[in-house]
């Protein structure tokens, strides 16, 4: 199945740029997330993968093929679009099957995919209903069925599991990937998921106003991140700003306005220069108030089963988030004075965005 490679691809809608010079690498049967916020791009490149689209610059590859002005028929690509659309006089099994039919599929071998599809998509007990008769998860899961029994090289999936509740929208998460293993299909799933994506991918591409940012294994993106945007995209960060005071091979200090000095990696910025260190909301540690740099007033907790997500005003510096685990909730109340610290290693020092850091972490 292909390798896809998209170089220079350049779309504009008036004076929207949805892809802006974008390249992007997606390896023979690699399962590829596109992760990234709303409006930056994410079904403007797959409609381009899939020919629906036309890009006004730039080259789609499939291996050595150039697919630019390639009919979609011709592609072996299918989109499972972010508004599905099922026939509505098919019944979910005819909706499965109208690939295959039209391939002259043989009757058993017919029979035998339907059966796994219908399992893997657990729509079995619901062969015979028509899509009107669904739930919108329901009706989701039967158009992802209906894409993958058109066996095609290249599965482009546009938000799968949304309309899924989160127990299902789980199980699927492996199940998909799984099958998509099995068959040895080249997969780019789109989502604004940082979960999925993370649980999903090989590789995870992060999209912003049209452009890859970075793109790297899951463990790259959440432990590496290339700017303070995709590190609070993908596993939300806490913010310290300040200026490099010291700096050497095994770490750096970041001082801030009121003198508090904190410890984080190496950094190549500069002494003196300002500078945003970025700490991941799991990574930053509650601690006695008497002990730490940084002290603040606990403003919220709130419980998510086997951790507490705890949210702490920080004298001068606003919110820092924490979370503690569930067995320790009765030792932090709202209003407790504490502290907060990490350790060196999970702190990133990036120099301070040109816009300002609101801008750098804007999501619309
Ligand atoms: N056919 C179109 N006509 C005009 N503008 C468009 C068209 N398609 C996309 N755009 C614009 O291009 C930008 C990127 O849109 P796109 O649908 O690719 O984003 P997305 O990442 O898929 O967002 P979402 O997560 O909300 O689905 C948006 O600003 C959108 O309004
Ligand atoms: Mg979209």
Not at 159 to 185: H, Y
Request: glycine residues 8%.
């Amino acid at each position: 199945m292909p390798q896809i490679t998209l170089r220079g691809i350049t779309k504009r809608f008036s004076n929207v740029t949805a892809a802006d010079d974008l390249n992007l690498i997606v390896k023979d049967r690699e399962y590829l997330c596109l992760l990234g916020p709303t409006g930056a791009g994410k079904t403007t490149t797959l409609r381009i993968i899939a020919g629906l689209t036309m890009p006004d610059l730039g080259t789609v590859h499939f291996d050595d093929r150039d697919v630019t002005s390639l009919e979609p028929e011709k592609r072996n690509a299918v989109l499972l679009s972010q508004t599905y659309s099922l026939f509505p006089t098919m019944t979910v099994a005819e909706n499965i099957l109208f690939g295959p039919e039209i391939r002259n599929m043989p009757a058993p071998e017919k029979e035998q995919l339907l059966v796994s599809l219908l399992d893997l998509v657990r729509l079995t007990k619901r062969a015979d209903s028509y899509p009107w008769e669904l739930s919108g998860g329901m009706q989701q899961r039967n158009a992802l069925a209906r894409a993958i029994a058109t066996n095609p090289d290249v599965l482009l999936l546009d938000e799968p599991l949304r309309a899924l509740d989160a127990r299902l929208r789980i199980v699927l998460r492996k199940e998909l990937r799984s099958l998509a293993k099995t068959i040895g299909l080249t997969v780019i799933h789109v989502t604004h998921d940082q979960d999925e994506a993370l649980v999903m991918a090989d590789r995870i591409a992060v999209i912003r106003a049209g452009r890859i940012v970075q793109i790297g294994t899951p463990q790259e993106i959440f432990n590496n991140p290339i700017s303070p945007f995709v590190a609070n995209f993908v596993g939300q960060s806490n913010f310290f700003v300040g200026r490099v005071v010291t700096s050497g091979p095994n770490g750096s200090e970041v001082e801030d306005h009121l003198g508090r000095r904190m410890k984080a990696r190496p950094t190549e910025v500069p002494l003196g220069a300002k500078v945003v260190v970025a700490v991941k909301v799991g990574h930053t540690r509650l601690l006695k108030f008497n002990v730490a740099k940084l002290r603040g007033t606990i403003e919220r907790m709130l419980f998510e089963g086997r951790v507490v997500h705890v949210d702490v005003d920080v004298d001068g510096l606003g919110r820092f988030s924490a979370k503690i685990p569930a067995s320790h909730r009765d030792r932090y109340h709202v209003g407790d004075k504490v502290g907060i610290g990490w350790g060196r290693s999970r702190a990133i020092v990036f120099p301070y965005p040109a816009d300002g850091l609101e801008n750098e972490l804007r999501v619309d």
